[in-house]
């Protein structure tokens, strides 16, 4: 799935930049790899995933946001059925030490490699 995230985020431990991004599963479906157009915005990730038989809706990502600074939590692919949940790494916890509550963003994806 291609996303254009409208704000700068960090996954696992690495910060990137706002931008158009790739997100696949990477040999299992427990190793993501998101993948930016520009050159430098690459970051694997690892996932427990979620099959559901039936999933509505448009494929998005679910960033926890703690006062400016967005994390990737979760990616819904409604299409193909998969819910994957990013586990909560040394960054996040450090955020969360402040702000146990964060607000919720979320950002809608296009399937396939449209949109580049």
């Known amino acids: 799935m291609s996303v254009n995230i409208?704000?700068?985020?960090?996954?696992e431990n690495t910060r990137l930049p706002a931008g158009h991004y790739v997100i696949y599963a990477v040999?299992?479906?427990h190793?993501?790899?998101?993948n930016s157009f520009?050159?430098?915005g690459t970051a694997f990730f690892g996932?427990?995933?979620?099959?559901?038989?039936?999933?509505?809706?448009?494929?998005?990502?679910?960033?926890?946001?703690y006062d400016s600074e967005y994390v990737l939590h979760?990616?819904?692919?409604?299409?193909q059925s998969t819910k994957a949940t990013l586990f909560v790494r040394k960054r996040e916890k450090?955020?969360?030490?402040g702000n146990s509550h964060?607000?919720?963003a979320m950002v809608y994806a296009q399937t396939g490699a449209q949109g580049r």
């Open 47 to 65: 996932v427990w995933t979620d099959q559901s038989s039936y999933r509505s809706g448009q494929p998005r990502l679910v960033f926890n946001r």
């Open 6 to 11: 409208p704000f700068a985020f960090t996954v």
């Open 27 to 29: 040999h299992t479906d």
């Open 38 to 40: 520009r050159r430098g």
């Open 94 to 97: 450090q955020l969360a030490s």
């Open 102 to 104: 964060p607000e919720i």
């Open 74 to 79: 979760e990616i819904d692919d409604s299409m």
């Open 31 to 34: 190793l993501w790899r998101l």
